[in-house]
């Protein structure tokens, strides 16, 4: 946990608070630069993920292309990154 909360924790076992009141209570202490930095990081989680997605839908698309000029397997799956496996399966 951040250092700064240091303070509020120490008040919170002296008191006793409850969890739940002490979680209300951090969560509205979250400045607005550090709910951006949480919402930040969760864009770009998804954002990285949907970048591998299309990646990996632009390989397939790309081996199927070469598929189609009868390029050979193995060369295909060398230049795209696929398997032979992976490969073979875009043929049916």
Known sequence: MDPRYDHIIEAAKTNLVPDKERT???????????????????????Y???????MEANRLETAK???EKSLDMQLISECTGLSLEQVEALKG
């Open 24 to 46: 209300q209570y951090l969560r509205a202490m979250l400045s607005d630069y550090d709910k951006k930095d949480i919402a930040d990081a969760y864009f770009e989680d998804g």
């Open 48 to 54: 990285e993920k949907g970048v591998q997605k299309g």
């Open 65 to 67: 292309k070469m598929l």
